[in-house]
C-alpha cells in the first residue's frame, strides 16, 4: 500500500535555529512531491512541487529537497510566523488523488 | 486573482440530518478535489471531479456524494450525518489534477 510517513509530528524551536522535516514515501511510482503550509482552522496553502530525485525549491528561509525515497524541508531562521503544521503530499501518476502525511506541527518560539 | 471558495465556513447539524457544501474554483481550473481531514486521520481524499465527471472516488461510504457544474462550481452532499462526520471538509482545485491543487478555506462541520 502507498504511504507517505512524516517525522518528527511535533517540533519546537526557538527563533533562529535551523532545522528539517522529514517525508518518506513509499510508493510504486511518483509523479510529483507536494508541500503544503496549514494554519490552524485554515486551508493548506501550496509552497513546492518537486518532480525529479536531486530537485530543489526555495522560497524564503523554506528549501525543499527529493531523493528518490524521501523529501525533506529544511527551515534556516525560523521565525514565530513559520509556526504551521506542514504537509506532505504524492501523486503516483497523472489524475490520480493526492496521498497526503499527517504533517509536521513546527512551533517557533522567540 | 480570486482563490478557491468554500461555503458556508461553519455548520452545525443533527445527527441523521443531510448537509450540502459549496466549492467554487480558481477561474480556469476544471479539476475539483474534496477531503475530510480530521486530527486521527489527516487529509482523507473523498472524490475528484472533472469536466462535470467524477474522476477518482476515496474509500467513503456511499453517504458522501458530489457534482460538478458546467462552470467547474462543485457541491458535496453528506446524508443521513453520524457523529464521525464531524471533520473540516476542503476543496482543492487543480488545472487539470495533474498540477498544483490550491485549497479553499474548509467547512467546518459539526455533528450533534
Known amino acids: 500500500e502507498d504511504q507517505v510517513t512524516q517525522s518528527p509530528e511535533a517540533l519546537r524551536l526557538q527563533e533562529g535555529e535551523s532545522s528539517s522535516l522529514n517525508c518518506s514515501y513509499t510508493?510504486?511510482?511518483?509523479?510529483?512531491l507536494f508541500w503544503y503550509r496549514q494554519d490552524p482552522g485554515k486551508g493548506p496553502e501550496f509552497l513546492f512541487t518537486l518532480y525529479s530525485a536531486g530537485e530543489e525549491k526555495e522560497k524564503e528561509r523554506l528549501k525543499a529537497t527529493l531523493t528518490k525515497k524521501e523529501s525533506f524541508l529544511h527551515i534556516t531562521a525560523p521565525k514565530p510566523e513559520d509556526s504551521a503544521t506542514y504537509l506532505c503530499a504524492v501523486q503516483i501518476s497523472g489524475n490520480t488523488p493526492l496521498v497526503f502525511g499527517k504533517g509536521t506541527r513546527l512551533s517557533v518560539i522567540a | 486573482k480570486a482563490g478557491v471558495t468554500q461555503t458556508p465556513r461553519y455548520l452545525i447539524k443533527t445527527r441523521g440530518q443531510q448537509v450540502t457544501l459549496s466549492c467554487s474554483p480558481i477561474?480556469?481550473?476544471?479539476?475539483v478535489s474534496w477531503y475530510q481531514q480530521t486530527p486521527g486521520q489527516g487529509l482523507q481524499f473523498l472524490f475528484e471531479y472533472f469536466s462535470e465527471t467524477q474522476r477518482n472516488k476515496g474509500n467513503f461510504p456511499g453517504r458522501f456524494s458530489g457534482r460538478q457544474f458546467s462552470n467547474s462550481r462543485s457541491e458535496m452532499n453528506v446524508s443521513t450525518l453520524e457523529l464521525g462526520d464531524s471533520a473540516l471538509y476542503l476543496c482543492a482545485s487543480s488545472f487539470s489534477g495533474t498540477t498544483e491543487a490550491f485549497f479553499g478555506q474548509g467547512t467546518r462541520l459539526t455533528v450533534v
Open positions: 510508493v510504486s511510482g511518483l509523479r510529483g
Open positions: 477561474s480556469g481550473h476544471r479539476s
